[in-house]
């Protein structure tokens, strides 16, 4: 009796760590655009994985309104994807921006992102990221573009100026 | 850049015929001395119309077409063609600024949108309010050749964005030029334009990436 308990038991944790594994996954899958290889980049990840802000650029003179965001994701093996909003923005825009995502990603234990250009290692970079808790991680990639972002039921897409976007996700009419 | 010429000429006081009225029975009233910008030196939205709809643009070299996959990508390509000849011919600039180049900053500036969320810049090329005034400052830094009575909703419009943007960064390269003390490379000029050459910004890398993606994608 005692043996099956202990079995039962070790039944469920097994089952509890498998969960804990699924929701730290990190699944990226590649597709083509028309004449551009591999520039389309599905990524499933766990919130906790990512961070995002809005930096200043600090540009000079009538340029003093730039802002970039600048989103960072941990992939499964403890290196950092940045990427990027398209275009730069004015402080109050790129907040606005900021926000839309974060409503998607506190409220979700697993996110789908469409984004842009091909993943390539960027061996120049000496840029640590930190993620709360989990710690500081070197950038190794050259940014991507951000194009969407999916949850289970809500979607927030900044892709209008596109022709293509990522299998099952929607081009906005913005 | 610029041939030196006269741009400026004055016009002495004068008398001109008005309608009369019980204040000015006799119907003329005196104008003051005043200064008139030449023909040639300035461009306003009708003569912008004017030049646009009858330049030859058979022969002048034009950006590479449907290279990027965005949507709208080749809309301005006659007005960038247009525009980019027309200054590189009025300031004889040399090397001449590239239509790839200005397609590019164009994508990277506004993802080819006419009119991106921006409550600072406006249009498809971000030009601020600030450079919508310098542009049309007759003291002003580009005052040998300057724009006249553009307003900032005329900068929704490609057809006057398009102009004021070639210009202005006609204005950028000489003043990269004059910051670096060299002939600048496309990139240096765009980085001017976006007011990020000497800027001590750790970001002047990646502020860069989606130009540089942009017009390789271009040049290939």
């Known amino acids: 009796m005692i043996s099956l308990r202990n079995k039962f038991t070790s039944i469920i944790t097994l089952l509890f760590l498998v969960s804990c594994k699924t929701k730290d996954a990190f699944e990226i899958k590649v597709y083509n655009l028309n004449n551009e290889p591999n520039a389309l980049n599905l990524v499933t990840v766990n919130p906790k994985n990512i961070v995002h802000e809005c930096i200043f650029l600090n540009a000079e003179a009538e340029n003093k309104w730039r802002y ?8 499964d093996q403890k290196e950092v994807i940045p990427v990027m909003y398209a275009i730069h923005q004015e402080k109050s825009v790129c907040n606005e921006h900021l926000k839309k995502v974060e409503k998607i990603i506190k409220q979700n234990d697993l996110v789908k992102l469409c984004l842009r250009e091909i993943l390539k290692n960027d061996s120049t970079s000496a840029e640590y990221i930190k993620f709360g808790q989990l710690g500081k991680f070197p950038i190794k990639f050259e940014p991507l573009t951000f194009g969407s972002i999916c949850s289970a039921n809500k979607c927030y897409n900044s892709n209008s100026a596109w022709t293509h976007t990522c299998p099952g996700f929607q081009i906005s009419n913005d | 850049m610029a041939k030196k010429s006269k741009k400026i000429t004055i016009v002495h006081t004068h008398p001109r015929r008005v309608k009369p009225s019980v204040k000015n029975p006799i119907g003329v009233t005196i104008v003051d001395e005043h200064l008139r910008r030449l023909p040639g030196t300035y461009l306003d939205e009708l003569e912008i119309y004017k030049i ?15 290279k990027l996959n965005m949507e709208g990508e080749n809309k301005c390509d006659d007005l960038i063609a247009i525009w980019t000849d027309y200054f590189n011919n009025l300031f004889s600039i040399k090397p001449p600024l590239d239509v790839d180049m200005i397609k590019a900053l164009v994508g990277s500036e506004s993802e080819f949108i006419l009119n991106p969320k921006n409550p600072v810049a406006i ?4 030009i601020t309010k600030e450079t919508l005034k310098i542009i049309q400052d007759p003291n002003g830094e580009v005052k040998g050749f300057i724009f006249n009575k553009i307003s900032q909703k005329d900068l929704k419009n490609p057809d006057i964005a398009i102009p004021v943007a070639v210009r ?3 204005y950028k390269k000489e003043r990269a030029e004059s910051k670096l003390g060299r002939a600048a490379t496309h990139e240096e000029i765009i980085l001017e334009y976006k007011g990020l050459l000497k800027s001590k910004s750790d970001y002047k890398k990646n502020a860069l990436k989606k130009y540089r993606g942009l017009y390789d994608k271009l040049k290939k």
Do not use: E, F, H, V
């Open chain 2, 52 to 66: 646009a709809n009858s330049y030859k643009i058979k022969n002048i070299p034009r950006p590479s077409k449907n």
């Open chain 2, 168 to 170: 202005w960064l006609a």
């Open chain 1, 68 to 75: 970039q965001y600048m989103m960072y994701i941990l992939n």
């Open chain 2, 123 to 126: 249009g498809i090329a971000q």
